[in-house]
C-alpha cells in the first residue's frame, strides 16, 4: 500500500503560477497528477515514471511541468500561465507497472483555484 499526502494548493490570479507536491510512502513506478472539475470527469494532467519519461494532457503541455525526486519519493506540479479553467482538485496519484491509469493509489486532493 502506498500513502500520498499532497500540498501546495490554493488560490492563485490568472496567469499566475502555483507547485503543487505529493509525498509517497514509497518508491513507485508512476506518479503523476489528476484534476477534478465541478461536473467534469476526471482528466489525468501529467505522469512521470520513475526513470523520468513524462505524459501531460493537451490542455497543459507548455504550460506545466511535472518532476519527481526518487530519493524522497515526491513529485511536483509547476503550474505555470494558470488559467480559470485549470480550477479543480488536482489528485497525486502512484501506481505500480502493471496498473492502467486512472487506478492505484490516490491523495486525498488539493484544491487549486484560478481567478479570473
Known amino acids: 500500500q502506498v500513502q500520498l499526502v499532497e500540498s501546495g494548493g490554493g488560490l492563485v490570479q490568472f496567469g499566475g503560477s502555483l507547485r503543487i507536491s505529493c509525498a509517497a510512502s514509497?518508491?513507485?513506478?508512476?506518479m503523476g497528477w489528476y484534476r477534478q472539475a465541478p461536473g467534469k470527469q476526471r482528466e489525468l494532467v501529467a505522469d512521470i515514471t520513475i526513470d523520468g519519461i513524462t505524459n501531460y494532457a493537451d490542455s497543459v503541455k507548455g504550460r506545466f511541468t511535472i518532476s519527481r525526486n526518487n530519493v524522497k519519493n515526491m513529485v511536483y506540479l509547476q503550474m505555470n500561465s494558470l488559467k480559470p479553467e485549470d480550477t479543480a482538485v488536482y489528485y497525486c496519484?502512484?501506481?505500480?507497472?502493471?496498473?492502467?491509469?486512472?487506478?492505484?493509489?490516490w491523495g486525498q486532493g488539493t484544491q487549486v483555484t484560478v481567478s479570473s
Open positions: 496519484n502512484a501506481r505500480g507497472a502493471t496498473t492502467p491509469r486512472f487506478s492505484g493509489y
Open positions: 514509497t518508491t513507485i513506478f508512476s
